[in-house]
């Protein structure tokens, strides 16, 4: 195995590791067990397992940052926008579960980035410019975007964060009532919500 196989093997087992048990429950001793290796080997590629984890978690965040990016920079409808963006939270829930659950969990690694919390910022940082410029076109105050974007993207992670423990109901009707809550308000529910664009 190449130094770089064997890195991106110790970054799998770790990954995994660090989703079942957390920072903490997981030892050198395991990650190095699991992966056929000496404790030294996962010293020589990370400096010991606060390096393993903050690199599994970096690669979460620009999992997860790219996606809901990508996903809010096709443009269109504003309520597409916000359909897009939600599916593809709930999309990386469903098929990067172990990266996911790891994001939730508290950082041991004492740094302002990375973080779940920091995650959320980044994005509601990038939700926060369109609404400005929907608040702009229909009169409302501009000033209060930055606060909107937070409550809709923290809305939006806490119910993927859910969502993790239960996966019912499907993928798309949560992401259709999400929708259906931040779109109408609770005074505006639609009382059957569905997608405008297919999921």
């Given amino acids: 195995m190449t130094g770089a196989q064997r890195r991106e093997q110790l970054l799998d087992v770790g990954r995994t590791l660090f989703a079942d048990k957390g920072f903490e429950g997981a ?7 699991r992966a056929q290796v000496s404790k030294p ?25 790219d996606a809901i990016t990508g996903a809010l920079a096709v443009p269109g ?12 939270l709930l999309t990386y829930v469903e098929t990067s579960t172990d990266g996911f659950r790891i994001l939730v969990r508290d950082s041991p690694v004492a740094q302002a980035t990375g973080t779940f919390a920091s995650l959320i910022g980044d994005i509601a940082t990038q939700v926060e410019h369109l609404l400005e410029e929907q608040f702009s076109r229909r009169g409302l105050e501009t000033g209060t975007a930055p606060m909107y974007a937070q409550m809709l993207v923290g809305m939006v992670a806490l119910t993927g964060q859910w969502w993790l423990g239960s996966r019912t109901p499907a993928k798309a009707q949560v992401a259709a ?17 569905r997608l405008t664009s297919r999921p």
Avoid at 27 to 33: D, F, G, K, N, P
Wanted: aromatic share 6%.
């Fill in 27 to 33: 030892s050198v001793e395991e990650i190095a067990a």
């Fill in 77 to 88: 409808h504003p309520r597409q926008m916000l359909e897009r963006a939600t599916m593809a």
């Fill in 177 to 193: 009532h999400l929708v259906n809550l931040a779109w109408n308000g609770l005074c505006g529910l639609e009382p059957d919500p």
């Fill in 41 to 65: 080997v996962v010293y020589e590629h990370f400096g010991g397992k606060e390096g393993l984890y903050a690199v599994v978690v970096d690669r979460e965040v620009r999992a997860l940052l």
